[in-house]
């Protein structure tokens, strides 16, 4: 039966949501590793039923929990994540040099092809794979090593690497993000990285313009044009045509350009999705009013999503891996709230209704479109 | 026997109930006691102590005989009253609000 599966990652464990593909009764499942926070899970392209999640604590540190039944039952897999060799420094809040230290996992971005293959981005920002399902975890240090990694720095939450987006067309070629470092690319399946940052404006660093140092808080693809990326940035909503190489503000008539979430709709490469999200220091949406903005040209000209979406008195804010669309025939979108909330569209966006309401807060949303 | 309390969130993760009793071969001490509840649980491995350095977690505390053990040397001798199964050794997460 075809449906969705929902993996919502929150404060307090990890929740999975499912409906069949009309997307209207839904079926709630969980919490899996109550009183963890659960940053992330993600489906295996390759293979539905296979799940994995990061599950870490301030207490008792990181652990990967592996399913192969689709969320029925998990398995603890390898939590070991050594930086390669000499781990080295990196900048800290004072300017110091301070020595990388592996804090947690992020994002979890299983291969397309190989469900034993996935990749890890962690704090102190770096990428990690593993090949074997999660047992082991290799670090691709090049990343780290590619000589600007000493001069990153954390942003408040961290240095977060937050974003892996694995091109369909290339196996070699692999976009990250990290805050507050910018945008890495790769084309040779991880040995060398070169920042792909030009165009970015942050006037929040000491050179706008700088090769590395931008907040970059999402990127997002479509699965058609991998050259074609959307960054929704600590302040700015970016594009660009070739693959990175340089970026165009694409904000427009957005309310604010202050967001953490951007997503691309399932068959339209140029409808995308963000939440304007008032800032600096407040992390709610404008005016208590709930929108998703939707742009269905690319980028510039934006229209309010509303229908169903509360217009007074919210004042939730929505994470950076808090959003996901699904692939049937009506793109479905959803996203959670730190308020508890996930929201799902059935049409495109054009009307919302609360999945669940009363959630711990949320981290990430995932989908899976289930054949 | 040493007997070993684990805070729930790790009881949790290694799907036990109730404390965890060890046979723990040679001088009972923070090291050997860890590693053979590791051994037990491989699961724990890096939920207590660091993989690498082998240094407690910070928020990890060990508890035994009403005295707090976690700053003393893990190669340190447990007291007696643990090594005989009097006293439970205990691992707890430092009290926190949220």
């Keep these: 039966?075809?449906?969705?599966?929902?993996?919502?990652?929150?404060?307090?464990?990890?929740?999975?949501?499912?409906?069949?593909?009309?997307?209207?009764?839904?079926?709630?499942?969980?919490?899996?590793?109550?009183?963890?926070?659960?940053?992330?899970?993600?489906?295996?392209?390759?293979?539905?039923?296979?799940?994995?999640?990061?599950?870490?604590?301030?207490?008792?540190?990181?652990?990967?929990?592996?399913?192969n039944d689709g969320g029925e039952s998990w398995e603890p897999v390898g939590n070991q994540f050594t930086y390669d060799g000499v781990a080295g420094t990196h900048q800290w809040y004072d300017g110091t040099p301070h020595p990388w230290e592996f804090k947690r996992v992020w994002h979890l971005e299983p291969s397309p092809s190989d469900p034993d293959m996935v990749y890890?981005?962690?704090?102190?920002?770096?990428?990690?794979?593993?090949?074997?399902?999660?047992?082991?975890?290799?670090?691709?240090?090049?990343?780290?090593?590619?000589?600007?990694?000493?001069?990153?720095?954390?942003?408040?939450?961290?240095?977060?690497?937050?974003?892996?987006?694995?091109?369909?067309?290339?196996?070699?070629?692999?976009?990250?993000?990290?805050?507050?470092?910018g945008a890495f690319r790769t084309d040779d399946g991880g040995k060398s990285w070169r920042p792909i940052n030009?165009?970015?404006?942050?006037?929040?660093?000491?050179?706008?313009?700088?090769?590395?140092?931008?907040?970059?808080?999402?990127?997002?693809?479509?699965?058609?044009?991998?050259?074609?990326?959307?960054?929704?940035?600590?302040?700015?909503?970016?594009?660009?045509?070739?693959?990175?190489?340089?970026?165009?503000?694409?904000?427009?008539?957005?309310?604010?350009?202050?967001?953490f979430v951007i997503d691309v709709h399932a068959h339209e490469p140029e409808t995308i999705y963000v939440v304007p999200i008032k800032s600096d220091s407040e992390h709610y949406p404008p005016e208590g009013k709930l929108r998703v903005y939707r742009s269905r040209s690319g980028g510039n000209e934006w229209e309010a999503l509303t229908k169903g979406l509360p217009q007074q008195d919210c004042y939730v804010n929505v994470l950076r891996d808090a959003m996901a669309v699904d692939s049937l025939e009506s793109c479905g979108v959803y996203f959670g709230t730190t308020g508890g909330q996930v929201y799902a569209s059935a049409d495109a966006g054009d009307s919302w209704a609360p999945i669940v309401r009363d959630l711990p807060p949320v981290l990430s949303v995932e989908v899976q479109t289930l054949a | 026997m040493i007997r070993v309390e684990l805070p729930a969130p790790l009881l949790i993760l290694a799907r036990h109930e109730g404390e965890v009793a060890l046979d723990v071969p040679g001088p009972a001490t923070q090291r050997s006691v860890l590693g053979a509840l590791e051994a037990r649980y491989p699961v724990l491995r890096g939920a207590i102590?660091?993989?690498?350095?082998?240094?407690?977690?910070?928020?990890?505390?060990?508890?035994?005989?009403?005295?707090?053990?976690?700053?003393?040397?893990?190669?340190?001798?447990?007291?007696?009253?643990?090594?005989?199964?009097?006293?439970?050794?205990?691992?707890?997460?430092?009290?926190?609000?949220?």
């Excluded at chain 1, 001069?151 to 290339?170: K, Q, R, V």
């Excluded at chain 1, 990326?229 to 693959?243: E, P």
């Excluded at chain 2, 643990?82 to 949220?98: D, K, L, N, T």
């Design chain 1, 198 to 259: 030009q165009g970015l404006h942050s006037l929040y660093i000491p050179d706008p313009t700088a090769e590395v140092g931008h907040c970059v808080h999402r990127i997002a693809m479509h699965r058609s044009r991998p050259n074609v990326l959307y960054m929704q940035k600590h302040w700015d909503v970016l594009r660009t045509d070739n693959a990175g190489d340089s970026w165009h503000e694409i904000s427009g008539n957005l309310p604010t350009d202050f967001g």
């Design chain 2, 49 to 98: 102590r660091d993989h690498v350095t082998q240094q407690r977690r910070a928020f990890v505390r060990f508890y035994a005989c009403r005295r707090d053990l976690s700053h003393e040397s893990p190669d340190v001798p447990l007291p007696e009253e643990v090594v005989s199964g009097a006293e439970p050794f205990v691992i707890i997460g430092a009290i926190v609000g949220g």
């Design chain 1, 1 to 67: 039966m075809t449906g969705v599966r929902v993996l919502v990652g929150t404060r307090k464990g990890a929740f999975i949501l499912t409906s069949d593909a009309k997307r209207a009764r839904w079926k709630v499942h969980g919490p899996h590793f109550a009183g963890w926070e659960i940053y992330h899970l993600k489906g295996s392209p390759a293979d539905p039923n296979r799940l994995y999640a990061s599950q870490s604590s301030g207490w008792f540190g990181q652990q990967i929990q592996r399913s």
């Design chain 1, 120 to 181: 890890a981005g962690v704090e102190d920002a770096a990428l990690f794979r593993s090949t074997d399902g999660g047992g082991t975890w290799q670090e691709l240090s090049g990343l780290r090593g590619h000589g600007s990694g000493p001069s990153w720095a954390p942003g408040a939450g961290g240095m977060c690497l937050h974003t892996i987006l694995l091109d369909p067309t290339d196996p070699n070629r692999i976009f990250i993000a990290i805050s507050a470092a």
